[in-house]
């Protein structure tokens, strides 16, 4: 007979999913599993095979809408148990989980240049490696040397950047059920006050634009080629607009804020009145960047 997977991992059942995403929605997760190692993740995966139980991976939680009803299945988390780091001249290698903030300034300590965009972007390395994630003209495709990933089997396979097809936020691991466990970076020598001084000033731009006081998922939106969704937004007179306690930022309007209870349902509306507000005044369709997952 199966084990359960209590016995495999520690798990979290019925779990609200709106105390693991930065926009505090979201229903219950039937089971949150919080592998310690990957032995446990590979035991977790078999079982979901084994019992036919959907798995959805997560990392930080900065990029997902969970539904209002939850996700049926194991939520597998790729938190703080997966960062180990190791530097060699100018390669970092790292765990998935491990946060982007930390790593750049673990690089900033080694005089290592390359990430200084991507140092406020409040998302887990394997979350930034699968969403191509970027800012201020920093990618981490760039970056980018390989991956090992555990596929829905526990079996691992390499990625290297040509395999991963990356894109504007995209890359083919999304959606694709394989775990990233580590990631191998290459970054360029630099100098301590340069890289130090880049960071801040990114960081300086983040606060004085961003709303990160509030609850939200970053940028809702992709950028549309040849415009910013923000702009567009700005433009359409959406700033401010409200679904229950879901509203476009007063302060950067390609972000959603949760006002303190919005739901899902609420924000997905707000998207479907500004998808069709903006496509209807500019004829550009909007496509969300967020991943919304549940039911
Ligand atoms: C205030 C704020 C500012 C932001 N600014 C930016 C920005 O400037 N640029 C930008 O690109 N994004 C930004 N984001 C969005 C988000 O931080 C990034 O997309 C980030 O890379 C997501 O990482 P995560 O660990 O939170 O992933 P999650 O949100 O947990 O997951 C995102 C996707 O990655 C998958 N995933 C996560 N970890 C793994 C793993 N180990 N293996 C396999 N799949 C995995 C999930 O299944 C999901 O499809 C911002 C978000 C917020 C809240």
Redesign the pocket.
Known sequence: MAKNLEDITMVLKDELMSKHT?FKIGGKADYLALPRNVEELKEVLVWCKKTGTPY?????????LVKDKGIRGVVVK?SDNFSDVSVEEDCIEAG??ILLSKLSRIALKHELSGMEGLS?????L???V??N???YGYEIKDIFVNCM?LNEDGNTEMFTKEKMNFGY?ETV???SG???LSVKLKLNKGKYGDIKALMDDFTQRRQAK?P?SQP????VFKRPAGYYAGKLIEDAGLKGYRIGDAQVSEKHAGFIVNLGNATADDVLKLIEHIKATVYEKFGVQLEPEV?IVGE
């Open positions: 930065s959805f991976v997560m990392g930080n939680g900065t990029n997902l790729i998935a989980g406020g972007i409040p998302g887990t394997g979350g930034a699968v969403m994630a970027g800012a990933v936020r691991l999304q959606g394989k775990v990233v961003q990160l939200s998922a970053g940028s991943k």
